[in-house]
């Protein structure tokens, strides 16, 4: 297994400073979820975290070295990222897009080629067929619904079978039953591989079941961190989002379930509770 940590870690956009001195540890062959609400940092520190954004100050290490001192195609062997809004060249296909992912496997006189080893040939297909995109396989990625092209990124990142992924809102775009599945072969993934995993997800709920570790942000630093029944309380719910909320035990997985309370509920006499039993 792979150790990603941040140290005193400060990331900026031109002047304007997102994060600052935040020192933070992926823990190793666990899924991580980051929450916050939006413009918190999160992305920006999932950023920091695969290189892709250079530190004002601090450091990322992986494997206990500096991450900007270890060659691009080292990195891209061990760490997988899947950006929030990934862009793909005009015309590609999706077989061609997922075997992308492969690039930081490939020899330097086998990567400008189409073909690829049987090893490259299997990932690629394992991945599609994993995230259900090996009928699109043909078709032009400027094609597809917002759906399945957010499924087809993501089966780029598995073929590239890292020891570390990444992954910023992968859920976007998709249906629930598109969500539970994209996260239960995510989790599938960490069990039977041991992959390290950090995702930035929105839906609180979701991040609570699947989490193994929470990290939760606010205006660019880590307010907490734990498991989900340590991180996420309605008092945290009412820091990070602002939002008045009953947690109460979810009745199938027993992680926290977060009821929001609006203005026309917060008052009801029909109000849930802020315990539940746990339904057999």
């Not at 067929?129 to 990625?141: I, Q």
Request: negative net charge; hydrophobic residues 40%.
């Amino acid at each position: 297994m792979t150790a990603l940590n941040a140290s005193a870690l400060t990331l900026k956009y031109d002047q304007r400073t997102v994060i600052e001195g935040l020192s933070a540890e992926i823990p190793e062959g666990k899924v991580t979820m980051i929450v916050g609400a939006n413009a918190c940092g999160k992305s920006t520190l999932l950023r920091g975290l695969s290189r892709l954004l250079k530190p004002a100050s601090g450091m990322v290490t992986l494997d206990g070295k500096d991450i900007h001192r270890r060659p691009a195609r080292e990195v891209a062997r061990i760490l997988g990222l899947l950006p929030q809004h990934p862009t793909a060249p005009d015309g590609i296909t999706v077989r061609d897009l997922v075997s992308r992912g492969r690039y930081p496997h490939q020899s330097f006189f086998r990567s400008g080629s189409t073909g690829g080893s049987a090893d490259d040939e299997r990932a690629v297909q394992d991945a599609l067929t994993a995230t259900e995109t090996l009928d699109l396989a043909a078709r032009n990625v400027d094609e597809l619904s917002g759906g399945q092209r957010q499924r087809v990124w993501i089966a780029m990142a598995l073929a590239q079978e890292t020891e570390v992924l990444l992954l910023d809102e992968p859920t976007t775009y998709l249906d629930l039953a598109h969500q539970v599945e994209v996260l239960d072969l995510i989790t599938d993934l960490n069990r039977r591989r041991g992959t390290t995993v950090a995702i930035v997800l929105h839906d609180l709920n979701l991040a609570a079941r699947y989490a193994d570790h929470v990290i939760a942000m606010k205006a660019g630093r880590i307010v907490a961190e734990g498991t989900s029944l340590e991180v996420v309380t309605e008092g945290l719910v009412r820091d990070v989002f602002g939002l008045e909320s009953r947690v109460v035990p979810d009745p199938v997985s027993g992680t926290p379930l977060i009821i929001p309370l609006g203005r026309h509920h917060a008052e009801s006499p029909n109000a849930v509770p802020t315990t539940l039993e746990l339904i057999p």
